[in-house]
């Protein structure tokens, strides 16, 4: 199906943003709390900063307190496999996730791309953390780039109780499933827009309603037609579009969908 999109989506009163980074966008220039507090004026429910190291905890903490509707997640994201200090991080995971603003542990995964550390590391980095939110109760958000059958292994091995999100989707049809039967959701980012996603395009049209989420993974992966540009919170509502017309049915459908399936992986009334 060809989906052509030029136009400007603007925000709907509803939408959520269920990946970004704060502390990125500020990196990038751009001005995080006013960007947020933009969203929650056009009607935002929700959205979740997403954690890659343990060492801006406090920082992200901070920033993102102004907004009830700005859920974190704590984790160690691969790219930090392989580091010296890894025993201590993981220390300081486990307190972190005692906070009641934390919903998730994340975000975790499988980097084939990259190759951080060693396949071991990165491996045990993962395992360690699925255990730890089993612990604590929480589900997982996976960041798997280039590793679908090692995480497949990997999560049949080691089921995680509550489940979790598969960010930043940027594999096929088949692998969605794979992924859902073993308790997670898919969340579609920018990327889905891109020339040449088809398989990525052809997941978010056919896997189940009850299985879809979006995201930004702010400032990364700006969706059309802002690609190239530091992406934020608010262009999310071009991804809502996209899936939306992808999928046949309307933006607030999906706005409504996307709801239900987040507040329900996280519990939130
Ligand atoms: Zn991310």
């Known amino acids: 199906m060809l989906v052509k999109q030029t136009l400007i989506q603007p925000l709907l009163p509803g939408m959520i943003d269920s990946h970004f980074h704060a502390l990125s966008l500020r990196e990038k220039g751009l001005d995080p709390v006013e960007l947020l507090a933009r969203c929650f004026q056009e009607g935002f429910r929700a959205a979740l900063d997403v954690?890659?190291?343990t060492d801006d905890f406090e920082e992200r903490r901070a920033l993102l307190a102004p907004f009830t509707g700005v859920f974190l997640t704590a984790g160690i994201s691969p790219f930090r496999a392989g580091s010296p200090e890894i025993g201590g991080?993981?220390?300081?995971l486990e307190a972190q996730l005692a906070s009641p603003r934390v919903l998730a542990v994340g975000e975790i995964g499988i980097d084939r791309h990259w190759n951080y550390g060693t396949p071991e590391g990165q491996r045990e980095l993962f395992t360690a953390q699925v255990e730890m939110a089993a612990a604590a109760g929480l589900p997982i958000v996976v960041h798997n780039r280039a590793a679908d059958g090692e995480l497949l292994g990997l999560l049949s091995e080691r089921r995680p109780?509550?489940?979790?999100?598969?960010?930043?989707?940027?594999?096929d049809y088949p692998a969605a499933l794979q992924f859902i039967e073993r308790g997670f959701l898919i969340s579609f980012a920018g990327n889905v827009t891109y020339k040449g996603s088809e398989p990525i395009q052809e997941a978010a049209r056919r896997i189940p309603g009850d299985s879809l989420l979006v995201e930004t993974d702010s400032p990364y992966l700006a969706p059309l037609p802002h690609r190239g540009r530091p992406c934020d919170p608010s262009l999310v509502s071009q991804t809502y579009a996209f899936v939306a017309q992808l999928r046949g049915i309307t933006i607030e459908e999906l706005v409504e969908r996307v709801w239900v399936n987040f507040s329900r992986l996280f519990c939130l009334g």
Do not use: W
């Not at 991080?89 to 300081?92: D, K, S, V």
């Not at 109780?161 to 594999?171: D, K, T």
């Open 89 to 92: 991080r993981l220390q300081r």
């Open 51 to 53: 954690a890659v190291d």
């Open 161 to 171: 109780p509550r489940g979790g999100i598969m960010h930043c989707f940027s594999s």
